[in-house]
């Protein structure tokens, strides 16, 4: 967390299971993007078939955003209509709006 956005992951035991990179600052909000695009692009090269975006990725184009890269640990264990999902992306958004309200108040 910085006082221009913040980068976090969530983690199934051991097994990596989300990246999310999210900013309310117009001024760096490229730098972060740069670094949700990276984690995806890793993901990519190393399993290609996990390429799900049917376009190219583009950052948002107004502020605050979150961006989220699920990762395959995912989606080993949990069908993409499981409430675990629902738990994942709410607690996600929840812990944005937390911080950005920390750090502005």
């Given at each position: 967390m910085t006082e221009?956005?913040?980068?976090?992951?969530?983690?199934?035991?051991e097994t990596p299971i989300s990246v999310c990179v999210g900013t309310w600052a117009a001024?760096?909000?490229?730098?972060?993007?740069?670094?949700?695009?990276?984690?995806?692009?890793?993901?990519?090269?190393?399993?290609?078939?996990l390429s799900w975006a049917k376009r190219p990725l583009?950052?948002?184009?107004?502020?605050?955003w979150l961006a989220t890269l699920l990762l395959p640990g995912f989606f080993?264990?949990?069908?993409?209509?499981?409430?675990d999902v629902w738990f994942l992306n709410t607690s996600e958004v929840v812990f944005f709006w937390v911080a950005h309200d920390l750090v502005r108040s």
């Amino acid at each position: 967390m910085t006082e221009t956005g913040v980068a976090f992951e969530y983690f199934k035991g051991e097994t990596p299971i989300s990246v999310c990179v999210g900013t309310w600052a117009a001024e760096v909000s490229g730098e972060y993007w740069i670094e949700i695009e990276t984690a995806y692009y890793q993901v990519t090269d190393v399993c290609p078939q996990l390429s799900w975006a049917k376009r190219p990725l583009k950052a948002p184009e107004s502020i605050p955003w979150l961006a989220t890269l699920l990762l395959p640990g995912f989606f080993a264990t949990v069908k993409s209509d499981s409430a675990d999902v629902w738990f994942l992306n709410t607690s996600e958004v929840v812990f944005f709006w937390v911080a950005h309200d920390l750090v502005r108040s």
